[in-house]
């Protein structure tokens, strides 16, 4: 028997709002007047409409039976008032969510294209590219010797692509997984190791979870020269040079971007920052590191203070939409973060910078831990439990970089509501695949910060570069193999030196003790030798 519509209940269409009359028996569970409405309220996402896309007009057309109720003018003129339904605002949360997720699709698509200059020197691989996962069913995983590469789902359609890597043929240096919701093999990290492939695991924040790198030679040298800092009072000359080439970067930045809100003044005020941090011999003030982290502090609230009031592109409708501290630059810093620093980003603009700088965070690690760096020993920021000090003096160097290339994005970018999530305690989350975006377009090219930590590097005095050491002398051990019982070498002012004549060998030592507990103290001018079999 056919079915029949009942005259004797009236139903409001959940797509369109007008009246119809639902089939006997179906009362209570049908939410549309017909077929078609059905059909469009689940391709309204799919063709990036909103629900009230078409006009009142035309949906009233297409149903057929009735007229639009008073309820359904009601909720017509709430939502062109601002005040949406909470089934209007979902439909509207899942149509900016997948018109967000396509459109950075493409645009992550594009930035993560290989370099024209990708290439390899022997068995390395330089300025290759980085592959960015995120959403549900990533993972990494080796299938007959070839990596398979999948970058998940973050929206509704979506084909994720896959990536075939084969040993010596690809261009990937990097992997990066964005708050992995998917598998990692075991394989697979030794796959990536073998290839010399660094893999980073990231969570919501950008937060470091977890780094899978190509291991690097340690370098005793290195590390004790690091530990002898503070104690040979190099310390303050280094964090002095870590300021200085952070204020001059920044200034740099001021300068290239004129049209930030105050640039003139605070390009102004590093100008003589940095008149004061040249000098030869610093004024008592700049002498200690308490001072130069005041010093440095004062230093970026001038130039984020130049930042704050710019205001960032948004959709038309969309300005009308998201909060009105969402519009423009605020100060760099969160009501919800400990000490109102910049932790918890209650805005778009400083979430994205927040994400920028937590991946120039995981890029130092790598460059810190390849050239044989002790990462909780730092000059400038204070060491703390579980802080890992040295990380942060050398971000330091890269923040100009990044916000340079942060500055460049909000200015190219037109936002929409979808681009960002609001969670519940009011901070701001960026969509996924902006965050990939994000990781693309705002990255500091990894030889850029290695050639910080070169830099770092040679600003501790290491023990064994010395031009009076024996030319004999071991460079990996630090040893003199020459074969006289007194050669007389190694006469570097820091270090005393012992002769083993047993192995009738010079062995450097630091000025704080020799082998076996023994303590030496006093001036310089110790004997040349000091036999160790004693």
């Known amino acids: ?69 008073s309820e359904t003018t009601s909720t017509r003129q709430r939502e062109e008032s601002g005040v949406a339904s909470p089934q209007a605002e979902l439909a509207y949360a899942s149509a900016d969510w997948l018109a967000s997720g396509q459109r950075y699709e493409q645009v992550v698509a594009r930035l993560t294209a290989s370099p024209a200059n990708a290439g390899r ?88 979870l977890s780094a899978f790198t190509p291991e690097a030679e340690s370098d005793a040298t290195l590390r004790r020269a690091q530990y002898l800092a503070e104690a040979e009072g190099r310390d303050v000359a280094i964090a002095r040079q870590i300021v200085s080439r952070k204020v001059e970067g920044q200034r740099a930045t001021l300068l290239a971007h004129p049209h930030l809100p105050e640039a003139t003044d605070a390009a102004q005020v590093l100008s003589d920052a940095l008149t004061w941090l040249a000098l030869r011999t610093p004024p008592e003030w700049l002498t200690t590191i308490n001072m130069l982290r005041i010093y440095e502090a004062r230093c970026a609230a001038a130039y984020f203070a130049a930042w704050s009031g710019m205001s960032l592109r948004w959709g038309k409708a969309d300005a009308r939409r998201v909060p009105p501290h969402w519009l423009t630059v605020r100060a760099r810093n969160s009501p919800l973060s400990h000490e109102w620093a910049a932790r918890h980003a209650v805005d778009p603009a400083n979430a994205i910078l927040n994400y920028a700088y937590a991946i120039l965070e995981s890029q130092v690690r790598m460059a810190l831990s390849a050239a ?133 060998r010079c062995l450097i030592v630091p000025r704080q003790g020799v082998s076996r507990g023994a303590h030496l103290t006093g001036t310089r001018s110790l004997p040349t030798c000091v036999s160790l079999s004693d």
């Open 372 to 504: 044989g760096f002790d990462l909780a020993c730092g000059f400038l920021h204070a060491e703390r439990q579980g802080r890992d000090a040295l990380v942060y003096d050398l971000m330091e160097l890269g923040r100009p970089v990044v916000d340079t290339c942060v500055l460049a994005f909000l200015r190219r970018t037109i936002f929409h509501a979808g681009d960002f999530v609001r969670v519940s305690d009011g901070s701001c989350r960026l969509h996924p695949q902006l965050a990939r975006a994000m990781v693309a377009a705002c990255g500091v090219p990894q030889s850029c910060v290695a050639e910080h930590a070169a830099w770092l590097a040679r600003s501790c005095p290491h023990l064994d570069v010395d031009d009076n050491f024996c030319s004999k002398r071991s460079t990996s051990s630090g040893f003199c193999i020459c074969d006289e019982d007194n050669c007389g070498h190694g006469k570097h002012p820091m270090v005393y030196k012992s002769h083993d004549n047993a192995l009738s």
């Open 121 to 208: 020197h022997g068995k390395r691989l330089t300025n290759g590219r980085t592959l960015i996962l995120a959403g549900y069913g990533a993972g990494l995983r080796v299938e007959r010797d070839a990596l398979i590469v999948s970058e998940g789902r973050t929206h509704h359609p979506q084909t994720p692509t896959v990536h075939t890597l084969y040993r010596g043929m690809h261009d990937v240096v990097r992997i990066v997984c964005l708050n992995p919701a998917g598998s990692l093999s075991f394989s697979a990290v030794n796959w990536c190791a073998e290839q010399g492939i660094a893999v980073l695991l990231l969570d919501r924040q950008g937060a470091v």
């Open 1 to 69: 028997m056919a079915r029949r519509l009942n005259p004797h209940v009236t139903s409001t269409c959940t797509h369109c709002g007008a009246a119809f009359h639902p089939w006997t028996g179906r009362e209570q569970t049908q939410r549309f007047c017909s077929l078609r409405c059905a059909s469009a309220n689940g391709s309204a996402v799919l063709k990036q409409r909103t629900p009230d896309g078409t006009t009142p007009e035309g949906r009233m057309k297409r149903c057929k039976h009735g007229q639009a109720s």
